[in-house]
């Protein structure tokens, strides 16, 4: 029967100390432990998916019932455990150590199993001096389990040790968590796993670059494990491990093409932006990852624009550089957090290509363009007005600089608002006039206007959108026919301004026009909306003729639920109506 070979994680899987990557303080402990021989009773081993945990342990299994062990102590700088060449080393090595028992919990995870390991453990080891057991993903016991071993674990007999080992500590109770030794592994750091790439490469006679190697790290976080399954991934796909080829092992759009992105809406121009798109054919990449990417790219030109080399694009920091020159620091802010603010949305949706290109768009209207007449012009090669920023920074102008810009698109929307607020008035309606007096408005952006209500008013959101083909026509004049109103009831209590428009404490009240001019209002169309919502109606829709009112006693508020509901937000009395025909 011919060799059976192995995936690269499990050839080059560590059997001795010296081979353990990236993990050098856990790695001395338990040297010193063999040393002197001083074992803790359990063992814990927690860290990050991959980094050595499962085979710091077996190394650390196979050096206890190593029968060079005694001459270890006596010469550590001659000799090593453990030694691979006795009988124990080499029955661990093939997986038949008699006195070797590991355990998958996650599949092993009941009380049942565990008593049965407690039974086993009475017996005395068989070829080592050592019975050893390895619970491997120790967070996947179930609690009754763990109650189970914490005795046993607390008082082993002498010839018994526990290894735990978990991704996640804090799933492990307590009380056997304080029973154990831990020991913690970190990821791998990009340099040491990067020599380690290059040694399986030489040794494999794998072609490779350092810019591929450097991407496959990139991608696994520190996990030896992962950038070994990656590495052999693309092996047998390309015929040499590249930047490129991780790329397209990924799904992952290539650098150049997320900078000529970023660039296309830097410049302000959309049809540009979407020509890109188009040529790049981008539907066939993973849109999270592109998102991702580009919100690398940003981070990374704002460090070069504070003049900091980044950590990220390391072999395009003279591009970017380039692409920034006429950037300011406050445009690269706005597109991050409007990437930030539309992540739930990405996340959820299931046309993600669609919000990022979205995205991208939303940036070019955000760059201030000039043409011949200084007006927006429409050419593929437009710069922002904003002068590049030097080396030093004032912190002050900056700052200063960002205030003025929301400022002006507040105030804008503000003053929009307060036109609306003023013709609202003049539907005689005092119930939605009232409302919409106590609005704030949070944003007007890209035909979006949102506008905050305190949370108390959230009682009348239904009603305001069962109203809407009264105070729309007037809302679409000031605003526009596109516009898009999203109220928020997150709001607290604040006062209204004498103009009847609330506002936030940035903002600056705009002048309410004189009533000569107020504007005449929308036709009422009575079969869809009646304002006198909570007056007495008749069974028949005929015109009345009001005659008399009467103070009501609504003190009683079981009695006048709604009642009492519309006077916590609205001052007045509450009367009825009597009406003759």
Request: net charge negative.
């Amino acid at each position: 029967m011919g060799e059976i070979k192995l995936n690269l994680a499990r050839k080059w899987r560590s059997k001795q100390f010296e081979t353990i990557v990236g993990q050098e303080t856990s790695v001395r402990m338990l040297k010193n432990s063999l040393f002197l021989q001083q074992f803790f009773p359990v063992y814990l081993f927690s860290g990050q998916r991959g980094c050595g945990k499962t085979s710091t342990a077996r190394v650390f299994a196979a050096a206890l019932n190593c029968m060079s062990l005694s001459e270890f102590q006596s010469n550590p700088k001659q000799h090593i455990v453990p030694c691979q060449t006795c009988a124990s080393c080499v029955a661990m090595e093939h997986g038949r150590h008699p006195d070797f028992i590991e355990i998958d919990a996650a599949s092993h995870t009941g009380v049942d199993n565990v008593r049965m390991l407690i039974d086993s453990a009475s017996l005395l080891p068989l070829m080592g001096s050592k019975k050893i057991y390895l619970i491997d993903e120790a967070h996947m016991l179930s609690k009754a389990a763990f109650n189970a071993l914490l005795k046993i674990l607390e008082e082993p007999p002498a010839s018994v040790i526990f290894m735990l080992a978990t991704t996640d500590p804090h799933k492990i109770i307590e009380t056997v968590r304080s029973r154990c030794f831990q020991l913690f592994f970190r990821s791998v750091d990009k340099d040491i796993l990067f020599k380690q790439l290059q040694r399986v490469c030489e040794s494999e006679q794998i072609n490779y670059d350092d810019a591929g190697l450097y991407h496959i790290i990139a991608q696994t976080e520190g996990s030896v494990r992962d950038a070994l399954n990656l590495l052999e991934t693309v092996r047998f796909s390309n015929k040499q491990v590249t930047h490129a080829a991780v790329s397209q092992m990924l799904g992952r759009m290539d650098d150049v093409a997320i900078i000529a992105l970023l660039r296309a809406a830097l410049s302000g121009n959309a049809a540009t932006v979407l020509q890109l798109i188009q040529k790049l054919e981008w539907h066939q990449y993973a849109a999270p990852l592109i998102w991702q990417r580009l919100l690398e790219l940003t981070r990374a030109a704002l460090w070069i624009k504070y003049g900091v080399t980044p950590d990220q694009f390391i072999e395009h920091v003279d591009v970017i550089k380039k692409m920034i020159q006429a950037s300011s620091v406050q445009q690269l802010t706005r597109f991050m957090r409007s990437m930030y603010d539309r992540e739930l949305l990405f996340s959820k949706t299931t046309s993600k290509h669609d919000v990022l290109e979205m995205v991208l768009l939303s940036l070019c209207s955000l760059v201030k363009k000039t043409g011949p007449d200084g007006e927006g012009s429409a050419s593929s090669q437009v710069a922002a007005t904003v002068e590049p920023l030097s080396d030093e920074f004032e912190d002050g102008d900056e700052s200063s600089d960002e205030e003025q810009e929301d400022q002006e698109i507040e105030e804008e929307g503000l003053g929009l608002w307060g036109k609306f607020v003023h013709s609202v008035s003049g539907l005689d309606d005092p119930l939605i006039t009232s409302v919409f007096q106590q609005g704030t408005v949070k944003l007007f952006e890209n035909n979006t206007l949102q506008v905050e209500f305190s949370k108390e008013l959230i009682f009348f959101k239904e009603w305001i959108e069962n109203a809407q083909n009264v105070w729309m026509p007037l809302l679409q004049k000031q605003f526009g026919s596109s516009v898009v109103f999203q109220p928020l009831f997150t709001g607290q209590n604040a006062a209204v301004t004498p103009s009847g428009v609330r506002t936030a404490q940035r903002m600056k009240s705009q002048p309410v026009p004189e009533p000569s001019q107020k504007p005449t209002p929308a036709p009422v169309q009575k079969n869809n909306y009646q304002p006198n919502r909570f007056a007495k109606r008749s069974a028949r829709p005929q015109v009345r003729i009001f005659t008399n009112e009467r103070a009501i006693d609504t003190s009683d508020a079981t009695a006048w639920p709604v009642a009492h509901m519309v006077k916590a937000h609205l001052s007045g009395t509450i009367t009825e109506i009597v009406s003759v025909k």
